[in-house]
């Protein structure tokens, strides 16, 4: 246990008891030894209120703000403040910014509901009523755990709500709250099948319907969450929240010129609004508008009272040049993050401040890249070192589980399996999946033949992930797990329900060409999985050299997914476990793959281009040697880079960090030589 928590459970008796003083004694004990302690600062400023003290009581909330800017609690105790200042409109604005993080908070929608009808505003006065009487007729266990889970206690509200569920069985309320906290741990198969449980008891429930199309299109499922959001539109088609989403669907379907149209009209609305700013930018990104990009993510930066995701996106372009003033504020930010996060990244006592450490790890790295650019590799290394080292604190990744699933693959998908399955699956030849590694040179092997007359380029798909999670079955056992021994379970039939299915959830991303790509690399862990439904599929391995592709990788920050890259000790790993299943691959399966080295790529483009298209059956097109010329949009990283001509500068960037990546030498070992084989 916390040492502090006995000496803030006291406090908490003593405010309970009216000994404000006795209170206030206590609180700042642990304030002095603890000076970013958030329920010792809550409880001072509770205190000093109590006390009439209320100059003293608003400075605390400002200290609890700097160090926990989303805890809703303290925006409730600076709206009793100007209560008792009898000053209406910040008393209003403050418990706004309360229910806004947390709408379980009655004290918060009753006072708002006298505050409104005192200066005449009668209709948010009813809203703020009906706040008031749908809290009433929550259950407490409830309440209880949504205002954890609203400040960021995730497995105490989901202590509660389980407990709560056991009673009581099928509770709409209590089943939207636990998807909700699937939903912000990421587990989102089990928040989508608690949200369908919800809406066939609810099918009006609109909160869990807009929760429901939130988690589909997390997990890329596009054409349904889009569904979902036009359900909503069409009850409310003046609400933010849904045109927003409904934004987002449409750059998830590849319409990002209706997406940033759409952001566009809602920033008219709300110009200063730093979430639309950065979506908006991230969709001129993709459609290469960089200049108007790189001035939304600037403007985002300035208004965002965490601006690293900005800050981060702007330096992901990697084209992007940082001026001395904007590395100062970078600087500067990470600082003051790192102090409301605690000493060496460590979450103070109270609730966990995750927004802040997220502040931090995009601070982090965009201090690595801007410094990089700069050649000042040391303290760029320590920037980079510092951002993966945060990021996996807060990973579960394990490798043993990509290792065993490696394993069981080698054994399941022997050369005798496959054979006795040969023809199986939907025969259409239509998908390219382009395999590896992230960092490896894919999205210039997807450039090049998305830049063919007959080839789409689509994204990274989550389709073949999807139909991984099925087969894993409910409950998985990650230890024990049921994929990929359950390949063995499946008949013909449905092997060729599945490829069609891929054929027919991807089509909406398609625009009407024979062939199209699916860039996901980490499907190279189900080749025999592809192979069992799309049997006549192209798949082509981009590989890159090990210490230039981990590297790489170590200094990137992913949107989502992607957990082994933040530890030089797992990407090792990982690197070593993609060259042992490839070469199975490449045993069972002889000639299905081409493999191509991004080396060989950048030292002799044409040879690799014709060596593509004829693996992909398809005549030269010299449009594939300008793929830079090609108009089309790019979600990865390197969407700025596959815009310009090739260039050889970035195949030996690794050399300027070489005294810092002698673990990462040994932790590769043999793979340094065994990539080529």
Request: hydrophobic residues 40%; charged residues 25%.
């Amino acid at each position: 246990m916390n040492e502090t928590v006995p000496e803030i459970q006291r406090a908490r008796d003593l405010l309970k008891a009216r000994q404000f003083a006795e209170a206030l004694g206590a609180a700042e004990a642990v304030s002095q030894r603890d000076p970013a302690n958030r329920d010792a600062l809550y409880l001072a400023a509770m205190a000093q209120r109590q006390l009439q003290r209320i100059p003293e009581a608003l400075a605390t909330l400002e200290r609890l703000e700097r160090h926990h800017p989303t805890y809703s609690r303290l925006y409730q105790e600076r709206g009793h403040c100007h209560v008792v200042l009898k000053d209406a409109p910040r008393a209003i604005e403050a418990f706004l910014r309360a229910v806004n993080i947390n709408p379980a908070l009655p004290a918060s929608w009753s006072l708002l509901e006298g505050l409104y009808r005192m200066t005449g505003k009668s209709e948010e006065a009813s809203t703020a009523a009906a706040h008031v009487a749908t809290l009433r007729q929550l259950p407490q266990e409830l309440l209880q755990a949504t205002g954890l889970f609203a400040d960021g206690e995730l497995d105490a509200a989901e202590s509660v709500v389980r407990g709560f569920l056991v009673q009581q069985g099928h509770h709409v309320e209590g089943m939207r709250l636990l998807a909700r906290i699937a939903m912000r741990r990421d587990v989102l198969d089990e928040a989508e099948l608690l949200l369908e449980a919800v809406l066939e008891l609810a099918p009006d429930y609109r909160a869990a319907r807009h929760d429901y199309a939130v988690t589909l299109v997390e997990r890329h499922r596009y054409v349904a969450a889009r569904a979902e959001i036009d359900r909503l539109l069409a009850l409310e088609p003046a609400n933010r929240q849904y045109r927003t989403l409904h934004a987002t669907t449409l750059a998830g379907l590849g319409d990002n010129e209706q997406a940033a149209r759409l952001y566009r009209d809602l920033l008219l609305e709300t110009p200063r609004a730093p979430d639309l700013l950065l979506l908006r930018a991230h969709t001129l990104k993709t459609l290469g508008r960089t200049g108007e990009a790189i001035e939304a993510y600037r403007q985002s930066a300035a208004l965002s009272a965490l601006p690293g995701e900005a800050w981060w996106s702007l330096a992901n372009l990697k084209t992007y040049r940082f001026a001395d003033a904007e590395i100062d504020r970078m600087r500067a930010a990470e600082v003051a993050a790192g102090a409301a996060a605690g000493v060496a990244g460590q979450a103070v006592a109270g609730a966990p401040a995750a927004a802040r450490t997220a502040d931090r790890f995009h601070l982090c790295f965009a201090l690595g890249k801007a410094l990089e650019d700069r050649g000042a590799y040391g303290e760029s290394w320590r920037y980079y070192e510092r951002g993966n080292a945060l990021k996996r604190a807060e990973s579960r990744y394990r490798p043993e589980i990509i290792e065993n699933n490696t394993r069981l693959q080698i054994e399941v998908c022997t050369r005798e399996f496959l054979a006795e399955r040969a023809g199986s699956g939907a025969p259409d030849p239509d998908p390219i999946f382009i395999v590896g590694l992230p960092r490896s040179g894919s999205t210039l092997i997807e450039q090049i033949l998305a830049s063919h007359s007959q080839v789409d380029g689509t994204q990274e798909l989550a389709d073949i992930q999807r139909f991984v999670v099925e087969l894993q079955g409910p409950n998985p056992d990650l230890d024990h797990p049921r994929y990929p021994g359950a390949l063995s379970g499946l008949g013909l039939d449905d092997l060729r329900r599945l490829g069609e299915r891929y054929l027919q959830d991807t089509r909406a991303l398609r625009h009407g060409k024979p062939y199209f790509i699916d860039k996901m690399p980490n499907n190279f862990r189900h080749l025999g999985l592809i192979r069992l439904i799309l049997p006549n599929a192209k798949i082509i391995d981009a590989r890159r050299e090990p210490l230039a592709c981990c590297f790489s990788n170590l200094k990137q920050l992913f949107a989502s997914g992607q957990e082994f890259t933040y530890s030089v000790t797992d990407i090792a790993r990982y690197y070593r476990t993609y060259l042992d299943l490839m070469r199975h691959w490449d045993t069972v399966l002889p000639g299905w793959i081409l493999r191509v080295h991004h080396e060989e790529v950048v030292d002799d483009l044409e040879g690799n281009v014709r060596r593509l298209l004829e693996f992909c059956g398809l005549p030269f097109e010299s449009s594939c040697l300008e793929f830079y010329r090609t108009e089309r949009s790019v979600r990865t990283a390197s969407s700025e880079q596959v815009r310009q001509p090739i260039y050889r500068e970035g195949l030996d960037q690794w050399k300027h960090y070489e005294p810092w990546l002698g673990e990462l030498k040994t932790a590769l070992g043999d793979a340094l030589v065994r990539y080529r084989r």
